[in-house]
Structures are given as structure tokens and as C-alpha cells.
């Protein structure tokens, strides 16, 4: 792996994400539109990044479709619309992040997590690998949900929808402005929830085998970052060092 791979170097990814909370807090605070348009445009690099290093033809068709999308949502003085896509970005990407692993021949995301974070050897433990397998896909499948019930949200709401913005009538009318709500905060609480009822069923599941406390487990995973950085960025298992 090349030293400028920023799967070893997980501090400049915390910088760059630093400068794009800062654009998004200051969007949100100042209420101007193109601080709005330019923290879509950041995530939208931050989340292709990877793939655009790599030159792969289909992140930058993606990346020119969404730079595009945010010069007309910008023209149109649509800026908020811009900013209301944020979260379907954040789960489509990691649903893909998560659903790559799945192919043959790859190591599914969270058996990289359990061999970066513990040992390898835990995936030999009995019901480990299959169980992190299916977690993966579980994973994939809840991002995937959410990012298309966004989608819909913000395409057919009715005051402040895409469609509607544009004076278009959505095929079906989403009222109110609670969707708001949950688009930025409520969408996020189901990915805590998923992880806390997940963690419980984990310890039932697999109660024949010992699991580590949450504050442990915390403590393992701030330890460990930067070796759960390189699994996840890696196409293959990265072996668990000290």
C-alpha cells in the first residue's frame, strides 16, 4: 500500500471531515445558501473520495451528477434542498461500503471490524463468521431502506419537498414538516437504536462465546482506530496487530 494512502493516514480523513462540520455548522447557522451548496458539494467529495483516488469511472460520473445537481439546485435559489440530501448520502454510501464486502472473494465489512478490533481467531470461534456475515448484509439492507424512505421524503413532501419546489405535484403528498425532523435527527436515532438492540441480541445470540463490556468495547475501538480504518478501506482481512 502506497504512503500516501489515506487508509493509513486516518488523521488527514479526521481534518478534512473537521473542515466540512465547520462549513455545515456554518450553514446552519448563518442560513446562507451557498455555505448550504458547498457542505453537499464537501460531503460528496468526502464520500467518493476513496474511489475517486483510485480513478474509478463510476465515482466520477457520480460526483460530476452531484455537482451538477447542486449548481441547479443553487441557480434555482434551491439551496436547502441541497443540504436535505445530506443524510441520504451518508446511508447510500455506507450501504455501498457495506454491501461491496458481500461479493465473492471479499471479507464482509464487519468480520474486518471483528478481526481489527479483536483477532482474526475470533472469526474461527463457532457461528462468528456467519453471524458477521449476516450482520453485514442486515447492514446493507437497513441503510439501503433508509436511504430510499429519504429519498421519497424529500421528493414528495408537501411544503419544502424537491417536487414541490419546482412546482411539480408529487405522485403521493408527505405533509407537515415533522419529516424535517426526522430526515436530520430521527434517521441517525435508528441507526443508534439498530446498533444498541443489535448489540443486545448479539450477547443472547452468541452467549456461548465471551463478549467484551460496552465501555471495554468502546475503549477497544478508540484503541484500535486506526487498524479498523485500513480494514475497512482494504479490499482483503488486514491482520490485527498490538
Same mark, same amino acid.
Given at each position: ?7 493509513? *493516514? /486516518? ?5 478534512? %471531515? ?23 458539494? +464537501? ?8 474511489? @475517486? ?32 440530501? +445530506?443524510?441520504? +448520502? ?7 461500503? %457495506? ?11 464487519? &468480520?474486518?471490524?471483528?478481526? &481489527? ?41 408537501? /411544503?419544502?419537498? @424537491?417536487?414541490?419546489? %419546482?412546482?411539480?405535484?408529487?405522485? %403521493? ?11 436530520? @435527527? ?15 441480541? #448479539?450477547?443472547?445470540?452468541? #452467549? *456461548?462465546?465471551?463478549? &467484551? /463490556? @460496552?465501555?471495554?468495547?468502546?475503549? +477497544? ?17 488486514? #491482520?490485527?496487530?498490538?
Amino acid at each position: 500500500m502506497p504512503p500516501s494512502d489515506p487508509a493509513r *493516514h /486516518p488523521g488527514r480523513g479526521t481534518i478534512a %471531515f473537521a473542515v466540512y462540520a465547520v462549513v455545515l455548522f456554518a450553514a446552519f447557522a448563518s442560513g446562507r445558501a451557498w455555505l448550504e451548496e458547498l457542505a453537499a458539494l +464537501m460531503l460528496v467529495s468526502l464520500l467518493l473520495w476513496p474511489a @475517486l483516488r483510485r480513478r474509478s469511472a463510476i465515482a466520477g460520473a457520480l460526483w460530476a451528477v452531484a455537482a451538477l445537481g447542486v449548481a441547479l439546485l443553487a441557480l434555482t435559489g434551491r439551496g436547502e434542498v441541497a443540504l436535505d440530501f +445530506m443524510p441520504v +448520502m451518508v446511508n447510500a454510501a455506507l450501504c455501498v461500503l %457495506f454491501a461491496r464486502t458481500l461479493a465473492r472473494g471479499s471479507e464482509p465489512l464487519i &468480520a474486518r471490524v471483528i478481526a &481489527a478490533l479483536e483477532t482474526p481467531a475470533r472469526l474461527r470461534l463457532p457461528g462468528v463468521a456467519a453471524y458477521a456475515r449476516g450482520l453485514t448484509f442486515a447492514w446493507a439492507l437497513l441503510l439501503a431502506l433508509q436511504a430510499t424512505l429519504l429519498t421519497l421524503l424529500i421528493v414528495c413532501a408537501v /411544503p419544502g419537498g @424537491l417536487l414541490a419546489s %419546482f412546482g411539480i405535484a408529487p405522485p %403521493f403528498e408527505i405533509t407537515g414538516r415533522g419529516w424535517r425532523w426526522y430526515l436530520h @435527527l430521527g434517521s441517525y436515532t435508528v441507526v443508534l437504536a439498530f446498533i444498541v438492540l443489535e448489540y443486545a441480541w #448479539r450477547r443472547w445470540y452468541l #452467549r *456461548h462465546i465471551p463478549h &467484551a /463490556p @460496552l465501555p471495554v468495547f468502546v475503549a +477497544m475501538l478508540a484503541r484500535r482506530w486506526p487498524a479498523l480504518v485500513r480494514s475497512v478501506m482494504s479490499d482483503g482481512p488486514v #491482520r490485527s496487530g498490538p
